[in-house]
């Protein structure tokens, strides 16, 4: 399985934009890049996920770099309840599983 | 709608015994994927379940062992407990399309404690 990197942890604060990386330089080309979170005492969560281009849902944007081998989870205005785990997975066609990282624990400040 | 539901939520054992925990998917899925989550640690691969039968398995010793049901609820079994099973075991339900861009729904967990 391809791998990710991300940070640790980060810190925002709160109503302010975060922007969270991840490296994937190995990924391929038919990699999807996934997002999850997990908020305290709760199972992982679906947040927005990519192949090539930019993309929005009502959680969050990724933005994907054009060589593929990074991309951002961009929370638009952070509030108290999106202090969670985020991790960022990469997946291929015909894997059925999600190959899971350390993740990048997020706090917001208020 | 109800989502993932996973029973029991705490669990506590003792070395050497058998646990069973049980998982109903989302409305619609078929599909049933068991992750084991250490603590500090991202949830790792078990196994997943599709028409009864095991499909994909991660790199777990078969003293794991699975089982979905016609109405595609699924059990997970774990024989001869070890200290180190003490986890967050989670339960994921999809549809079973092979494709990449496939989301999966989690349930909250079933916390194991194995003194």
């Known amino acids: 399985d391809a791998k990710t990197t991300q940070p640790n942890s980060m810190e925002s604060n709160e109503e302010e934009p975060v922007h969270l990386p991840c490296n994937h330089s190995t990924i391929s080309g038919t990699d999807y890049i996934h997002w999850y979170r997990q908020l305290p005492s709760q199972g992982p969560e679906y947040v927005i996920h990519?192949?090539?281009s930019n993309v929005n849902n009502r959680m969050a944007s990724l933005a994907i770099a054009e060589d593929r081998k990074s991309s951002t989870l961009i929370l638009h205005r952070a509030t108290l309840r999106d202090a969670a785990v985020y991790y960022c997975?990469?997946?291929?066609?015909?894997?059925?599983?999600?190959?899971f990282g350390t993740g990048t624990r997020l706090t917001i400040i208020p | 709608d109800a989502g993932v539901t996973q029973s029991p939520t705490h669990l506590i054992k003792t070395r050497g015994q058998q646990v069973t925990l049980r998982c109903s998917p989302k409305s619609g899925h078929d599909t049933v994927s068991w992750y084991q989550q250490a603590l500090g640690q991202g949830p790792q691969f078990i196994f997943q379940y599709y028409e009864e039968e095991e499909r994909q398995r991660g790199n777990f010793p078969d003293r794991f062992s699975g089982h979905q049901f016609p109405n595609y609820s699924s059990e997970l079994n774990v024989n001869a407990l070890l200290l180190g099973d003490s986890a967050l075991y989670l339960c994921?339900?999809?549809?079973?399309?092979?494709?990449?861009?496939?989301?999966?729904?989690f349930g909250s967990g079933t916390q194991l404690s194995v003194l």
């Open positions: 990519g192949l090539t």
């Open positions: 994921a339900s999809s549809f079973f399309t092979r494709r990449a861009n496939e989301k999966l729904f």
């Open positions: 997975i990469l997946r291929d066609e015909g894997n059925e599983k999600l190959t």
